[in-house]
């Protein structure tokens, strides 16, 4: 069965500090990896996605994550935070079938003025 | 903001009532999954709906179902609810080619906040 672990509940950083948020997965084969953010009142919106090949993906809001197989890791970044981005992050895992997400407890981000 | 709304967007329920949310799926999507997330967790998969016809389901009970109609909107039903059903129930559309995996790229609307007394 696919998991996901998000080891940090909630995260603390000034503005303009850089962020990392931890995912870890445990999946059978080569995952799908996913990052969502959620903002208060809102939805889940995507920020970046892993599907193959580069292990280095560019997302959307300035974040990138990095697939790490020999850690089964997906570590999301971003170099200089900036107020708007306190909000609630999801990493997520899809399987072979393809018609499931499954999520991590998710890592709560407050920014500091 | 993507194109998946939801209704309604908060309603408050008491125990062994029965509730129906709604769902409309974003233009060209012909896939709808719904998702509940309980105060403080991540969302957990409900099922999914591609074609009308349920396409995987998470680990709840039966109580809980589903509909898509052929406009490609949705519906969730829980019957006889419980306590443990407060929660944010989110639905989430996406395209899938027939004979394929999903895409991944499911789009959220920004869910019904069921609240059971």
């Known amino acids: 069965a696919q998991s996901v672990t998000q080891p940090d509940i909630h995260i603390t950083v000034s503005e303009g500090a850089s962020l990392e948020l931890r995912c870890n997965y445990s999946?059978?084969?080569?995952?799908?990896l996913f990052w969502y953010v959620q903002s208060p009142g809102q939805g889940l919106q995507l920020l970046l996605k892993y599907f193959s090949g580069d292990t280095l993906v560019q997302g959307i809001k300035g974040f990138e994550a990095e697939f790490k197989r020999s850690q089964s890791s997906f570590n999301l970044r971003k170099p200089s935070v900036h107020w708007s981005d306190a909000a609630e992050y999801f990493c997520?895992?899809?399987?072979?079938?393809?018609?499931?997400?499954?999520f991590g407890g998710g890592t709560r981000v407050l920014v500091k003025p | 903001e993507t194109g998946v709304t939801q209704s309604p967007t908060h309603l408050i329920k008491t125990r062994g009532q029965q509730v129906t949310l709604r769902c409309s799926s974003q233009s060209g999507h012909n896939t709808v999954s719904w998702y509940q997330q309980a105060l403080g967790q991540g969302p957990q998969f409900i099922f999914q709906y591609y074609r009308e016809e349920e396409n995987g389901r998470g680990n709840f009970p039966p109580r809980f179902s589903g509909l898509q109609f052929p406009n490609y909107s949705s519906e969730l039903n829980v019957n006889a609810l419980e306590l443990d059903d407060s929660a944010l129930y989110l639905c989430?559309?996406?395209?899938?080619?027939?004979?394929?995996?999903?895409?991944?790229?499911?789009?959220f609307g920004e869910g019904s906040r069921l609240t059971v007394l």
């Open positions: 999946y059978g084969a080569t995952p799908y």
């Open positions: 989430a559309s996406s395209f899938k080619l027939a004979g394929a995996g999903d895409t991944g790229e499911l789009f």
């Open positions: 997520a895992v899809m399987g072979a079938a393809g018609n499931k997400l499954t």
